[in-house]
Nanobody, 120 residues
């Protein structure tokens, strides 16, 4: 019923920037909160940032001041701008969204993940 597709990952040098996108499609009435998570090799998935439907954001301490989460509600898309990237930011990044369907049922959707590698 709902698909979330991440894009924008890749290989970047330390200090560089990337912008990830998370596009939701399907039988969507509206999207409440959205989130970005990441999972590094051998580690547990961790929350990176969240954004409410009204645009209020919260960030993990490790990315505060470097990452910016924004959204375009008309496009059902969220964006994570990542600046001053560090090798420890290397991970698979996943987005999720609290989706209200056209049936008014709600669900949590997850994307398939996009790899971000920060290395010289």
């Amino acid at each position: 019923q709902v698909q979330l597709v991440e894009s924008g990952g890749g290989l970047v040098q330390p200090g560089g920037s990337l912008r990830l996108s998370c596009a939701a499609s399907g039988s969507i009435f509206s999207i409440n909160a959205m989130g970005w998570y990441r999972q590094a090799l051998g580690k547990e998935r961790e929350l990176v940032a969240v954004i409410t439907s009204g645009g209020v954001t919260e960030y993990a301490d490790s990315v505060k001041g470097r990452f910016t989460f924004s959204r375009d509600n008309a496009k059902n898309t969220g964006y994570l701008l990542m600046n001053s990237l560090k090798p420890e930011d290397t991970a698979v990044y996943y987005c999720n969204a609290q989706v209200v369907l056209t049936s008014r049922a709600t669900l949590i959707g997850w994307g398939q993940g996009t790899q971000v590698t920060v290395s010289s």
